[in-house]
């Protein structure tokens, strides 16, 4: 009995731990995509800083009239934020069993979501508003109405297309869509190198959570 009990114990901190890694990767991929995308935005403003200081020192003031932007700082923002994210990644391997393993996990996503959260406010304050519904309940709304399994980047294009102006990504949308998949409201289907997923008939929509707020808001 014994020897039955701890194997049961065993495959359950097993499948807890596949979960929590799980979760964690699709937790590094989404901040990835974000720092991409504010990379992105980071580009495009220094380019159009460079224009309008040359336009600036053809109207006869050299200078441009405002100081320049602070590019070690940002850089330096960036390398700090990366480390961040792979420090979690460390600590979310379990290297010891029982109490300690279950306690290493809570503070990996403890950590994981401070990080997210701090990711997210930074994004929202340069894109200035909440401009609707979050990402997770666009997909699912959209899987609900598909009578046929669709990728991760049928789901970006469907979404652009009916919200111009928000940032959807492929990148995006696949961790988003992995998040549906995790907490049961919907169904990933892989054939061949292909994945695609379906929502699940019987699924309700989960609390939303702060996290999902501000990627609502970034997004």
Known sequence: MAVQENTTLKAA??????????EN?????????????????????????TLLKSVS??????TGGVPAPRRAA????????????EKTAD????????????????????AAK??????????AANTGADKGPALTELIHAHLSSQSEPVTAREIAKALADANPG???????????????VA??????????????YTAKADAAPAASEPAEKATAAAS
Request: no cysteine; aromatic share 2%.
């Open 166 to 180: 928000r940032n959807v990504n492929d990148n995006l949308v696949r961790t988003t869509s992995e998040r549906l």
């Open 91 to 110: 600590a979310a391997a379990p290297k010891k069993a029982g109490a300690k393993k279950e306690a290493a996990k809570k503070t990996t996503t403890v």
């Open 13 to 22: 901190y097993a499948d807890k731990v596949a979960a929590d890694l799980a």
């Open 183 to 196: 907490r049961g409201r919907a169904d990933r289907i892989k054939q061949g190198s292909t994945v695609y």
């Open 114 to 123: 401070k990080t997210a959260a701090t990711t997210d406010k930074a994004k």
């Open 57 to 62: 020192a053809a109207l006869g003031d050299p």
């Open 25 to 49: 990767t699709a937790g590094q991929d989404r901040i990835r995509a974000e720092i991409e995308t504010l990379q992105a935005q980071l580009t495009t403003l220094e380019t159009d800083h």
């Open 74 to 85: 940002r850089k330096t923002a960036a390398v700090a934020k990366k480390a961040a994210a």
